[in-house]
């Protein structure tokens, strides 16, 4: 699938002008619930009316902006990423995308036009997942039929593995359950 058939596309996007405060930025993430916004040039007209991205912020960034005390009226472009725009193209697919997003230890990858940058939308880590939940199971696609449709023996059995095995301990009590009390789930 094509990043194109899923990604969220330019005019549903939030996006802020570098001269918006940070307060701004944090009030629109909580308000519409979004991880992320792009920032874009003011001007759009110096690059022939099409928007090109400046930057992204991401809720990364607003943490670093709190550790390192940016005040939260201060324009957003002081803790907009500095660095490289992380992009992609609307026609690679969402394989070659989650691999750009694992190389560049990030979450959104800016959608653009190949040829002239133009923004034509975003995705996440999170699109790619609920586009992937949306496909068939992609563990069944790589397990031979046979060993789906087998039926389990009596020796791959949890109960049958006895109370010397790694599923239970003296008190009879599953290790599962004992890390479940741990974490003081009920």
């Keep these: ?5 899923f990604m969220i596309p330019a005019d549903k996007v939030v996006r802020v002008s570098p001269m918006d405060t940070v307060q701004t930025v944090m009030d629109l993430m909580l308000e519409r619930h979004i991880g992320a916004l792009i920032v874009m040039d003011d001007d759009e007209a110096e690059h022939g009316g099409l928007p090109v991205p400046l930057g992204i912020i991401t809720k990364t960034d607003i ?4 550790k390192t005390q940016i005040p939260i009226d201060d324009p957003c472009k ?4 500095q660095g490289e725009l992380i992009t992609c193209t609307p026609n690679i697919d969402r394989e070659k995308a989650a691999r750009i997003l694992k190389e560049h230890h990030t979450h959104h990858l800016v959608v653009v036009d190949e040829e002239s940058s133009h923004f034509l939308g975003l995705i996440s880590s999170f699109d790619i997942t609920a586009e992937c939940a949306n496909g068939p199971a992609w563990l069944w696609n790589f397990l031979p039929r046979k060993e789906l449709n087998a039926p389990i023996t009596e020796s791959q059995r949890a109960d049958a593995a006895g ?8 008190h009879d009590k ?7 009390d741990l974490l003081g789930f009920q």
């Design 174 to 180: 599953t290790q599962y359950e004992d890390y479940v």
């Design 78 to 81: 002081a803790m907009m990423n």
């Design 63 to 66: 943490a670093k902006a709190y």
């Design 1 to 5: 699938m094509k990043v194109s058939e």
């Design 163 to 170: 109370p010397e095995s790694i599923f239970h301990h003296k």
